[in-house]
């Protein structure tokens, strides 16, 4: 019995010490600018990943596109399924389940919100459902939008909620260029909705979820720090776009393909307070997701926008003028390192996580997409000579009632900015910071967040606090 123990101990210890020479062969590097980031997989063996965000349970929650929502542990790739649709999703060519996000007070209200395409009758539709989280699985479907008119391609579908907790939700042209210009369709839009799915008070069109048309097909949006709301849009053959947001303005489509620069465009936007791209590419790129990146472990990244690619198989850094409404630099980066890059997302410590869609645009090779974490392991937030850490600033108290005044003590002389994000990345509270003490009421709900403090000639400095009731 001791001899065959010993040779089961020996069996395993061979089958551990392979799947990690294994877990470490599969670890790449690449050079951005100067910093080096070592590429790991996380998880493997998913069917297209749409959307990759982090959870604030420290988990990545993905949607695969055939109907499935899991949470995946980004430390060691275990997948927990928690809901499987897909005898209600249509999913052929592009259509599917696609976008999904987590509510911003997922302690108190644990909604997810998913959008899918399914099928009435032989019509494809588009539906935007919530459901809640028990801790173990998505329960208790609630629809919020439905029989939006769909197709197998051109159907968005981004959702997004903002501070004031309204969503916005892309829809694409559905491939009926007659809806994108007409206000009383939801299709080629971005609409903005309360998170029970009625209609918001002070949205532009009066009892209309619509907050801006004239859309082809967007599917990346994100509010920076800086308070603009960017969305990237798939163009057809020519002119895929970088937009700014804005409500009851009109984007072109079909009319308006990037830029005002032809004469029957040039007079359609002046008929039609069309808003231009504040960039745009042809030939066409495929821009998927966009998210800002602000944490200092990677600097090639810091405070800039970053976008996934598909066709052209990249990662696209942008910087603007100070006032954010102007491209100033583009840098494009990991080009053909993991084929087609669906989606994006960022976890606390600054580690991003990419999902994969494969070499090509058909799904030909299901279930061989990937989720990957990029990382800068030379970053050591301990060290004097990291940014955030070249002087001491205290924040406290740290669990904090609602009705506490906060404290931030910088060093003497400092002086910068203090935001507060929530774990989506929104921001929720900036201040401007000076001298040794400041205090604040933060009126903030209760929740895990991050703040981060900017300081002119201190650097940055970034961690959790937790606000009670």
């Known amino acids: 019995m001791a001899f065959r123990n010993s040779i089961t101990l020996k069996i395993v210890a061979t089958f551990l010490l392979f799947q990690f020479e294994q877990n470490i062969s ?45 949470r995946i542990n980004p430390t060691t790739g275990q997948q927990h399924v928690l809901l499987n649709i897909s005898s209600l999703v249509y999913a052929n060519s592009e259509s599917g389940l696609l976008g999904m996000v987590l509510h ?31 801790g173990t699985a998505l329960i208790s479907p609630f ?47 971005i609409l903005r909705m309360n998170l029970d799915g009625s209609v918001p008070t002070n949205n532009p069109f009066p009892n209309s979820l619509v907050w801006s048309f004239g859309h082809r097909n967007a599917q990346g949006i994100w509010l920076a720090p800086n308070g603009i709301l960017y969305s990237s849009e798939h163009g057809p053959t020519t002119d895929d776009e970088l937009n700014i947001l804005k409500p009851s303005r009109n984007y072109g489509w079909p009319t308006v393909t990037g830029y005002c620069d032809s004469p029957p465009e040039i007079a359609f936007c002046n008929a039609n307070n069309v808003v231009e ?47 954010g409404d102007t491209v100033t630099k583009q840098s494009h980066y990991l080009t ?11 976890s606390p410590s600054g580690k991003i996580y990419v999902a994969t869609n494969g070499e090509s645009w058909s799904n030909t090779n299901p279930y061989t997409h990937k989720i990957i974490e990029l990382s800068n392991n030379s970053y050591n937030p301990t060290s004097v000579n990291a940014p955030q ?69 201190n650097g940055t400095t970034t961690d959790k606090i937790v606000i009670t009731e």
């Open 336 to 346: 053909n390192a993991f084929g087609r890059l669906r989606d994006i997302c960022i």
């Open 143 to 189: 629809t919020l939008l439905q029989n939006i008119i769909g197709n197998t391609t051109h159907i968005g579908s981004r959702l997004f909620i903002l501070p004031d907790t309204t969503m916005l939700a892309s829809t694409g042209d559905a491939q009926n260029q007659s809806l994108p210009q007409d206000t009383s369709s939801v299709v080629g839009k």
């Open 26 to 70: 599969a670890q790449s590097t690449y050079t951005l600018d100067s910093t080096v980031v070592t590429s790991r997989v996380v998880k493997d063996l998913l069917d297209i990943p749409w959307e990759i965000t982090w959870g604030p349970d420290d988990y990545i929650w993905t949607t695969e596109r055939f109907g499935r929502v899991s």
């Open 389 to 457: 850490k070249k002087s001491r600033i205290s924040v406290y108290p740290n669990p904090i009632a609602g009705n506490q005044k906060l404290t931030i003590e910088l060093p003497e002389n400092a002086s910068g900015v203090v935001t507060f994000y929530n774990l989506l990345g929104q921001t929720v509270f900036s201040s401007a910071v000076s001298n040794l003490k400041n205090q604040f009421n933060l009126n903030i709900k209760p929740g895990i967040y991050v703040w981060v403090t900017d300081l002119k000639e």
């Open 104 to 134: 911003p007070n997922f302690t108190t209200s644990p909604y997810v919100y998913l959008v899918y395409t399914y099928l009435s009758g032989t019509n494809i539709r588009e539906r935007i459902v919530r459901y809640t989280y028990d």
């Open 277 to 323: 791209p504040i960039a745009a590419w042809t030939p066409t790129i495929a821009p998927s997701d966009i998210i800002w990146y602000s944490h200092p472990a990677i600097p090639e990244f810091k405070n800039r926008l970053l976008m996934t690619v598909l066709k052209d198989k990249k990662l696209i850094a942008f910087s603007f003028n100070n006032a």
